[in-house]
């Protein structure tokens, strides 16, 4: 019988290839089959050899994601067929990624599992934003959170976003209406700052920015698509500052 390959996890971070680790991309380059979901980039796919499988898990049009159960089964069967199998994800593995889910099947199965990080969408989309997700004047405390999961309506958010604190949400653009009235129902101020930061870390980059009050109206305006966070608290408002002093001291 052939020795169990080895599963690696690993994060492909928000899409520019020069945002992997170096454990990454060499894994990349040296795999022979590459199981990957549809936020990894084209790009980041261009590293891997001519010969090497590609299997996408990815969204389709008709089709659903491959159930999670369905990628774990075909991850445990490769692996023990022999083959190491490179599990390629958007981001890190572990932030929302399912990647817990992952490695629990292989542990379950005695196949070995590594896991490699990525720079998570929160860190590579405020990067290139220059939205500083903790500031000394302005947060001290940095949340993230899934908009869109199990049971987000009795979620207790309570607490996790206002003055001094900075929460960052993920696929939280088609529940933006829901996700701005439970946060002003919890209290905070309709004009708290947010941005929304659409393909970050990206060429085709957008930053929109406004208060919590409107962000379900420029949801729709601008026609915000996925992959897109959305950040709230006065981190976001801060870069606005700076250039509206700048303005105030070249008009003095
Ligand atoms: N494991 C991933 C997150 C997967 S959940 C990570 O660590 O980044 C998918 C969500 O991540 C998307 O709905 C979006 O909210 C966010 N996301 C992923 N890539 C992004 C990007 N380049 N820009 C903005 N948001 C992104």
């Given amino acids: 019988m052939a020795e169990t390959g080895t599963i690696y996890l690993v994060g492909a971070g928000p899409g520019d290839p020069d945002l992997l680790t170096l454990r990454a991309a060499r894994l990349i380059e040296r795999a022979e089959l590459i199981v990957h979901d549809g936020l990894v980039d084209p790009a980041v796919l261009a590293l891997a050899r001519p010969d090497a499988t590609l299997v996408s898990v990815a ?56 896991i490699v990080p990525g720079i998570s969408a929160a860190n590579g989309a405020a990067a290139a934003a220059q939205i500083a997700l903790t500031h000394r004047d302005a947060a001290s405390i940095v949340t993230f959170v899934a908009g869109q999961c199990k049971g987000l309506k009795n979620q207790d958010w309570a607490g996790l976003a206002g003055p001094g604190r900075t929460l960052v949400i993920y696929m939280g653009v088609k529940t933006a209406p829901q996700i701005a009235e439970k946060l002003m129902e919890d209290g905070l101020a309709p004009e708290t700052p947010m941005a929304v930061v659409e393909n970050g870390a990206r060429p085709q980059m957008r930053v929109l920015r406004g208060m919590l009050a409107g962000l379900p109206d420029l949801v729709t305006r601008e026609n915000v698509v996925s992959p897109a966070l959305i950040v709230i608290g006065d981190v976001t408002a801060r870069e606005d500052a700076a250039i509206a002093q700048l303005a105030l001291e070249k008009s003095l």
Avoid: C, M, Y
């Fill in 59 to 114: 969204k389709q049009r008709s089709k659903h994601t491959l159930p999670q159960e369905d990628i774990n089964a075909l991850l445990v069967r490769e692996a023990q067929a022999g083959r190491d199998v490179v599990r390629l994800k958007g981001g890190d593995p572990l932030v929302f990624g399912r990647g817990g889910e992952e490695a629990e099947a292989a542990q379950a199965h005695g196949v070995p599992v590594e």
